[in-house]
């Protein structure tokens, strides 16, 4: 009736004001929305609840964590009840609460939601649909946060052949999850596998995704960091010293990646001498 469309329209308009930047403004209206459905239909009803969550997420991407996370939880608390918890809403409010989880480093508690939402997207939605490879690629990503690589593998594994499968092995949601192995394999100290991931993956997002790229930045990187942390600071200060020109290009020099890629590449460069005057010292001697 008319309220609906009217709470729909306001709904609408607090999503166009996200867009536009204007937090403040789309707050308001989230505000008001979600007091004038919880007044009218209650607290349980399915809108109000979905009002709730758009509020959180409203918190979320303004960095107001401590707003967004008791809104999420009533919201999915509800949804759970009046919804049941294989509807696409409440999956979808789920996920948005183990993000939030994840973003606090709650770990536990995100890889706890992470699983749940996972069997309820294979059993709504298929074992190779989109959003269960997304949502099992999250889990992924929590147990390795956790150290649980034993968990990690298996799932990254499954997620990558089947991303391969389903969307073809350049696309970019498969080099996301092939990145992500890559790092995986780096924490356990596979650094041969971790090495010949991020390299296969850093050409193929130069090629598919452009050298500019986020994710091809990110990649870049991390296979940087990887050389530095593996004592190999020639080919460290190499690829730092191509992401700080990349993103000089991209960012401009006085961006805060620009200066921490700076920074790696000093640090590269540092170790490199330090290690040749120890090697000329040791030369010197051997012929004394």
Known sequence: GEFTLKMSTMSDLAAF?????????????????????????????????????????????????????????????????????????TLTTMNCLARLYESQGKYAKAAGLYTESLENHRSVYGQNHAQTLTTMNNLALVYSNLGKYSLAEPLYLQCLQAKRQVFGANHREALTTMSNLAGLYFDQNKTTQAEE????????????????????????????????????????????????????????????????????????RQELFRINQFMDVGSEGSFA
Request: glycine share 8%; hydrophobic share 35%; with cysteine.
């Open 17 to 89: 004001h996200i867009t536009e930047g204007k937090l403040e403004e789309a707050e308001a209206l989230y505000i008001e929305t979600l007091e004038s459905v919880r007044h009218v239909l209650g607290e349980t009803d399915p809108r109000t609840l979905i009002s709730m969550k758009d509020l959180a997420g409203l918190y979320e991407t303004m960095g107001v964590y401590g707003r967004a996370e008791p809104l999420y939880e009533k919201s999915l608390q509800g949804q759970r009840v009046v919804l049941g918890p294989q509807d696409t809403n």
């Open 197 to 268: 991931m991020y390299v296969e993956c850093l050409h193929t997002m130069e090629e598919v995704l452009g050298r500019g790229d986020p994710r091809t930045l990110a990649t870049l990187h991390n296979l940087a960091a990887m050389y530095y942390g593996c004592g190999k600071f020639g080919e460290a200060m190499t690829h730092f010293q191509d992401s700080h020109i990349r993103l000089s290009m991209v960012l401009g020099e006085e961006h805060e990646d620009t200066k921490a890629a700076h920074c790696w590449l000093e640090k590269a």
